[in-house]
């Protein structure tokens, strides 16, 4: 007999059966992770539990019909029939519930959980993200080394000088290396001796032992390659530090649901973009209309506000809560404006100053999100938007786009990342 | 067996570790081989944890499978279940191979591991070892190497022929593999003989395989005669009831690599049909080994007071019978019926009252309980086991009652656990536990191959049960896909020949 210790094993022996299925129910549960993503906060994907029904995850066999046909059971538990009673028939069929179809959950809905990758990956997919951007988002950027004991090669700036003279000690004193004092003194005693017969025998000795200890520590190096020790360094991957990512949004009756969900969308992934790059990342809502307010991610999506649109009040609020929380020195500052793009025209010349004298020069980038009906919207371009233009021709890192459908939303991002990548190329040179 | 040490003795709640997990091995050994007689396959041991025991169940317990989606599906669900508190793991897996190998959870109490060894690897492994199902219809030392070939050969395929392909061809196979069993022995089987099979099938094909033959030209106007229909059926080996086989074997226009996976997935639904028909008796073989391994165990002063007590609460709950008007009754529990009736056979056998010698003549004080449950555990399957050995006393005990449904009127009473009913309700529920009875009953009849090459089958419906129609289409369309051309399934009355229904379906367009 042998007892067997599997609890070791690897893990996730059925992950291929795993990504079959998920293949082979993609359409279901995309459309399960579409709705979960639209129910849950934009900071929470990790491991979602999606039900689905799908006619792709059946297995089908000959299997008996329960609603045709004459039966016998034997049931136990008679209380007090006897031969030839009646039983008023069992509402639902199935006689006496003793038949339950076994696997007869498949035509019901099919719930389980998935994992957070497995979600994310779902959720790029769904905003038709190329595959190289997408690995990129899920990659942490850029490493840090840290310390990771010693080695035995390294280059000559690495060298760790206490392991090395460790070892060269204990390696000299294992091969009983004369130190320099020992040699001084036998010299001194040979030259303290009084030159002689008497002593002849003895300075003999003494050169003798002088030369063989001399050729010894000749023998025996101080420092041997094989003591040297060097410090290593692992390179981990590293999200930065701390960022801030700003909602700004137009919460006035103008902004129908559809235009939130966009909003919606691309706040989420420029949190799952942040979260893959920063340890920390604070979100942070402003909505405004004609007065803007920090609120909850619940208020924000789902509350509507009556009044007119003024964009500077909301900068205003944001300017007053990067001063108040997120000193720039500490933080990235990211932040993201959705607006149909609507504003009083009294307050452009102020919006727009204070986006280019105060808030884009505090950001690592400012996107702006102008939503629109899906069905698109003819017309010139809105005031806003031309505004906008205008400064991010000059060269201010803001990217604005127009999205009418959750596909468009990726090309918001692409401005970001060959931005990112332009600066990286830059200091790598 | 040396008297139990201080330390050794397993208490209640106690935390395993594996010298006493080995000590416990030995003690039951000792009582299983010695006082009851048993013969086992060596045993294998194996803990695993919680995640590992899913991975077992959605490989339908075998630790090697072929890909498919199907085994992450149940993967998926039976996580979501186990994660959400909705169902709680088996404690135990146990696998007819030789060695046998048993899976243990860590999670497992001392005592539940005790108990666990008894019941799998001493119960079970012994009804696999010696009933003559599990003798005849399995390989035990054959089964993990095939598992590893069936593996490597499903993935090779999928290099080859495409994922897509491969699974295509595995669903329709799994639909179909209740249909993939043959009833009555042919030949021994050889698991090992497998693989060279196949590689020897793959050789002869290379060997004589000469491109000359595609030159030779068609003489013209040479139309081959129509054999006639008794005489084609007769060449064909028809009627068939094993699907898969017929397909393997006979299909028209499915390649080499097509039909060697049908015939690992009809080796599989072959190797666990013996299990199907003995869940009855396998169960009740293996609670009747633990119950009488735990009590000698605790009288020997290994299992204490508590460590007793732990173990009778577990026990009874794994033999619990609610009656049929219980909210958690969900049909006859195989362990409570199984583990009865192992019980009253041992009391027939050692002390019968007049009633047991009229209905048990052979066995009524025979003696040793032992002897004769190690003869019914190797002769008999749950339908004839029942038919055998079910006692009017034990009737009497459940309050067994059968109850006829015409699937319209009211619900009649047919029979309840008296003099008059006790032979009704026997065959009653022996035909509740014969898999041949409750499985449809489905033959391929006819399949005209010189003409349309449409493939006729037939399905016998007894007592007007009909199959489900909307599965009954999807597998036929599988079926169609397999077969190449179109296929008619029509379901015919058994007692009357009368044609209830009629499916058909054909190949979907390539």
Redesign the interface.
């Known amino acids: 007999?042998?007892?067997?210790?599997?609890?070791l094993?690897p893990?996730g022996?059925?992950l291929?059966?795993?990504?079959?299925?998920?293949?082979?129910a993609r359409k279901e549960i995309l459309d399960a992770v579409r709705e979960a993503s639209a129910k849950n906060g934009i900071a929470d994907a990790s491991g979602e539990?999606v039900r689905i029904r799908s006619d792709s995850?059946?297995?089908?066999?000959?299997?008996?019909?329960?609603?045709?046909?004459?039966?016998?059971?034997?049931?136990?538990?008679?209380?007090d029939?006897?031969?030839?009673?009646?039983?008023?028939?069992p509402s639902g069929g199935g006689?006496?519930?003793?038949?339950?179809s076994p696997d007869g959950d498949l035509q019901d809905s099919?719930?389980?959980?998935l994992s957070q990758d497995e979600f994310v990956d779902l959720f790029l997919e769904d905003l038709e993200l190329p595959d190289m951007l997408r690995k990129q988002i899920r990659q942490a950027d850029g490493f840090t080394p840290q310390r990771a004991g010693f080695s035995t090669s390294g280059t000559p700036a690495n060298l760790n000088l206490v392991r090395t003279m460790r070892n060269s000690l204990s390696r000299r004193i294992a091969l009983r290396r004369p130190s320099s004092s020992m040699l001084a003194k036998i010299e001194a005693e040979i030259a303290s001796l009084p030159d002689d017969a008497e002593n002849g025998q003895r300075r003999k000795e003494l050169v003798e032992q002088l030369r063989l200890e001399t050729l010894r520590s000749r023998r025996i190096p101080f420092i041997d390659p094989l003591d040297l020790r060097y410090n290593r360094f692992e390179n981990v991957p590293r999200p930065a530090a701390s960022a801030v990512m700003f909602c700004l949004m137009d919460v006035s009756g103008s902004m129908t649901a559809h235009m939130k969900d966009l909003a919606k969308r691309f706040y989420k992934l420029l949190y799952l973009f942040l979260s893959r790059r920063y340890r920390n990342v604070d979100i942070v809502f402003i909505r405004h209309t004609h007065v803007a307010h920090e609120v909850d991610e619940e208020t924000f999506f789902h509350s509507t506000e009556s009044g007119g649109t003024i964009v500077s009040t909301a900068f205003e609020e944001m300017l007053r809560i990067v001063n108040a929380r997120y000193p720039r020195e500490r933080w990235n500052i990211y932040a993201a404006q959705a607006s149909d793009g609507d504003n009083m025209p009294a307050d452009n010349a102020y919006a727009v100053s204070l986006l280019q004298q105060n808030i884009l020069p505090l950001c690592q980038y400012f996107a702006y999100l102008e939503v629109g009906a899906e069905e698109g919207r003819y017309g010139g371009p809105t005031e806003l938007w031309r505004a906008y233009q205008r400064i991010a021709q000059a060269g201010y890192p803001i990217a604005i786009r127009k999205v009418n459908h959750r596909s468009q939303i990726y090309p918001v991002f692409r401005q970001l990342f060959s931005r990112e990548r332009a600066v990286r190329e830059e200091q790598a040179r | 067996m040396s008297a139990v040490t201080e330390e050794a003795r397993v208490r209640a709640g106690a935390d395993w570790d594996?010298r006493q997990?080995?000590e416990a091995?030995d003690r039951i050994?000792a009582v299983a081989l010695k006082e009851l007689g048993l013969d086992i396959y060596?045993?294998?041991?194996?803990?695993?944890?919680a995640?590992?025991m899913?991975?077992a169940y959605?490989?339908i317990g075998l630790p090697l499978m072929y890909?498919?989606?199907?085994?992450?599906?149940r993967?998926?669900?039976d996580?979501?279940l186990y994660?959400h508190g909705l169902r709680s793991l088996a404690y135990e897996i146990v696998i007819n191979s030789n060695?046998c190998i048993v899976?243990i959870m860590?999670e497992n109490t001392m005592v539940m591991q005790t108990l666990v060894m008894a019941h799998a690897?001493f119960g079970h492994n012994h009804f696999f070892k010696n009933n003559h199902l599990f003798q005849q219809w399995t390989d035990a030392s054959g089964i993990l190497n095939y598992m590893e070939f069936a593996k490597r050969y499903v993935a090779r395929c999928e290099e080859k022929y495409g994922?897509a392909a491969v699974?295509k061809l595995l669903?329709a196979a799994?639909?179909?593999?209740?249909?993939g069993v043959s009833r009555y022995p042919r030949r021994n089987l050889n698991l090992v003989d497998e693989e060279k099979r196949e590689a020897e099938r793959r050789a002869e094909q290379l060997r004589t395989y000469n491109d000359l033959w595609r030159t030779v030209p068609h003489q013209p106007g040479a139309s081959r005669r129509r054999t006639d229909a008794a005489e084609r059926r007769r060449l064909l080996g028809l009627p068939e009831e094993n699907i898969l086989y017929f397909l393997e074997k006979k299909a028209p226009l499915l390649k080499p690599w097509q039909r060697e996976v049908l015939r690992i997935v009809r080796n599989l639904a072959q190797y666990f049909y013996p299990q199907k028909q003995t869940k009855l008796m396998n169960e009740g073989c293996a609670t009747y080994v633990h119950y009488r391994i735990m009590n000698r165990l605790h009288e020997q002063g290994f299992l204490d007071e508590g460590a007793m007590l732990e173990f009778l609460h577990s026990h009874t709950n794994v033999v619990l019978?609610?009656?049929?008007?219980?909210r958690r009754?969900?049909?006859?529990n195989v362990y409570a019926l199984g583990f009865a009736m192992m019980e009253d056979i041992a009391r027939i056998a050692e002390n019968p009252d007049d009633e047991d010698k009229i209905w048990f003549p052979e066995i009524a004080g025979a003696g040793d309980a032992m002897e004769v449950l190690r003869e019914a555990w190797a002769n008999y399957r749950d339908e004839s086991f029942i038919r055998q050995f079910l006692s009017p006393r034990l009737i009497r005990k459940?309050?067994?009652?059968?109850?006829?449904?015409?699937?319209e009127?009211?619900?009649?009473?047919?029979?309840?656990?008296?003099e008059?009913?006790y032979r009704t309700?026997r065959s009653?529920?022996a035909?509740?536990f014969d898999v041949v009875k409750?499985e449809?009953e489905?033959e391929i009849v006819d399949a005209d191959l010189d003409g349309d090459r449409k493939l006729l089958l037939e399905?016998r419906?007894?007592?007007?049960?009909?199959?489900?129609?909307?599965?009954?289409e999807?597998?036929l369309q599988?079926l169609a896909d397999l077969w190449g051309y179109e296929v008619r399934l029509i379901e015919v009355d058994a007692s009357s020949d009368r044609v209830l229904r009629t499916h058909e379906a054909g190949p979907s367009p390539r």
């Open positions: 007999m042998n007892i067997i210790d599997r609890r094993n893990r022996k059925s291929a059966n795993r990504q079959r299925f998920i293949r082979r539990r995850l059946r297995e089908p066999s000959f299997r008996p019909s329960l609603h045709t046909g004459r039966r016998s059971y034997v049931l136990p538990g008679n209380h029939y006897v031969e030839g009673d009646t039983i008023p028939r006689g006496g519930g003793s038949e339950g099919f719930q389980f959980v | 594996f997990l080995q091995y050994e060596p045993n294998q041991i194996e803990v695993i944890t995640e590992q899913l991975d959605s490989s890909r498919h989606w199907s085994f992450g599906k993967f998926a669900r996580e979501a994660r060695p899976y860590e690897a994922e699974e669903d799994h639909a179909l593999m209740a249909q019978q609610p009656d049929f008007d219980d009754y969900s049909g006859l459940m309050k067994l009652f059968t109850v006829f449904d015409d699937g009127s009211d619900l009649l009473v047919k029979a309840i656990h008296n008059r009913g309700i009653a529920l035909d509740a409750q449809p489905i399905h419906a007894h007592n007007g049960i009909l199959l489900e129609p909307s599965d009954a999807l597998v599988h």
